[in-house]
């Protein structure tokens, strides 16, 4: 997915933007000479923008339009030291809700339908967001905010609201509350867009069930727009983006060049068309992919796999970048073994290597499994892991995600 002329265009009006406020990237691309981009070659030349580079241009740092016409901020909540502040212009305002809008299109919801809003108003781009977009399409929105579930669940049952916007573990949440109330017979939702979140095919499943509607993965990020600026379509798990408002790359977070389609790596986003905190090459630390194949539902909107991780859990064993979620997606697939396993990556004669411990029960051939196992890994990753079957109850027990992968790289 090459970067367009067109959108080569719109990258240099950005650049010019940028270096004409001077602001820490018109300052960077000033001091490497960049004036512009002709080529998608020129354009892999850019530098890369991190979070740690917005938070340095706290407050205002990143305002590149004339303050006149700024009309909002939006800010990210940091866990560690400062907050980044995104300057939003009307018409960034406006982009957003049609981008938003497109992805309640792609769902299938439609001016008829009562939005039910629970992710939280203020200064994060979650509420105010989905309602930006569901006002845009014309659909009556129900603008709850988080928490008082009895309060939910009573307006849900009145207003009969058809689309439930949360996050995953929230409408987990409400679906349990419903069933546990007895009250599902009183809900109409038929949708969900769930967004703000990685939730794994479990916990999907699960809600699937429990409320019985079709659930729509959204994505997005406050430093771009804020979540909308991409979503799966109906029956398919790969998230439509919107290339008209942002150019995505995918690259190897440990070299920085950028990756063929269809291989695994760090989401960059260069937004075409932003005034009021344009970003080039913003590194997003999101793991996916790039579908190549057009898509059965005939858009012509390119896609992206599920988010799958943060490049800080990204391994890279004999020359493949590999990270836990792609292990446990294959193991998932052998129901021979049961739902606990280990990864360990370990250096070895001056190269990684990777052993994974399954379990099964005594009914199979360990030896038989193991290599089946390894060839899944080698046919859909790319390496052969060493993989150790063992008995049920041999493997530690922990609730814990985090102590199933073990690096002994660095011991
Ligand atoms: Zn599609």
Not at 215 to 241: S, V
């Amino acid at each position: 997915m090459r970067i367009s002329d067109k959108q080569l265009e719109q990258v240099n009006s950005r650049i010019e933007a940028l270096v004409k406020a001077g602001s820490f990237y018109g300052k960077k691309l000033e001091e490497a000479g960049i004036k512009g981009v002709n080529s998608a070659e020129d354009f892999e030349k850019l530098p890369f923008s991190e979070k740690n580079d917005l938070r340095e241009a706290y407050p205002l740092g990143l305002m590149t339009a004339p303050e006149e016409e700024i009309v909002r901020i939006h800010s990210s909540s940091g866990t560690t030291g400062l907050p980044v502040i995104i300057p939003y212009t009307a018409k960034d305002v406006d982009d957003w809700a049609i981008q938003f809008k497109r992805c309640y299109e792609m769902a299938g919801i439609t001016n008829m339908d009562r939005i039910h809003i629970t992710p939280g108003y203020g200064l994060w781009t979650a509420g105010i967001g989905f309602q930006l977009g569901a006002e845009k399409l014309g659909a009556m929105c129900i603008p709850m905010g988080p928490g008082n579930t009895d309060k939910q669940l009573q307006f849900m049952m009145d207003m009969k609201s058809t689309v439930l916007c949360a996050t995953s573990s929230y409408a987990l949440l409400l679906a349990e509350e419903i069933e546990k109330r007895g009250i599902k017979d009183k809900i109409c939702l038929k949708k969900g867009v769930i967004g703000s979140e990685r939730w794994g095919d479990k916990m999907r499943e699960r809600i699937h069930n429990e409320l019985g509607i079709e659930l729509f993965d959204i994505y997005g990020l406050t430093e771009i727009y804020g979540p909308g600026i991409g979503i799966n379509c109906p029956g398919e798990k790969y998230m439509h983006y919107w290339d008209d408002y942002i150019y995505l790359e995918i690259i190897d977070p440990v070299t920085l060049k950028p990756l063929p389609d269809g291989e695994w790596g760090e989401i960059v986003i260069t937004t075409l068309v932003k005034e009021g905190a344009p970003l080039i090459r913003y590194r997003t630390h999101d793991l996916s992919r790039i579908i190549p194949e057009p898509c059965k539902c005939g858009s012509k909107f390119p896609r992206i796999d599920v988010i799958k991780g943060r490049t800080d859990d990204m391994m890279k064993i004999k020359g493949v970048n590999v990270f836990p979620a792609q292990i446990e997606e294959i193991l998932k697939e052998f129901h021979e073994c049961s739902s606990e396993y280990q990864i360990r990556i370990s250096h070895l004669d001056g190269r990684d290597t990777m052993r994974i411990y399954v379990e099964t029960s005594g009914e199979y051939d360990f030896n038989e499994l193991g290599e089946r196992i390894a060839a899944a890994v080698k046919s859909r990753i790319g390496f052969t892991p060493i993989v150790k079957v063992v008995e049920i109850g041999l493997l530690p027990r922990s609730e814990k995600k985090s102590k199933r992968v073990i690096d002994e790289r660095f011991d």
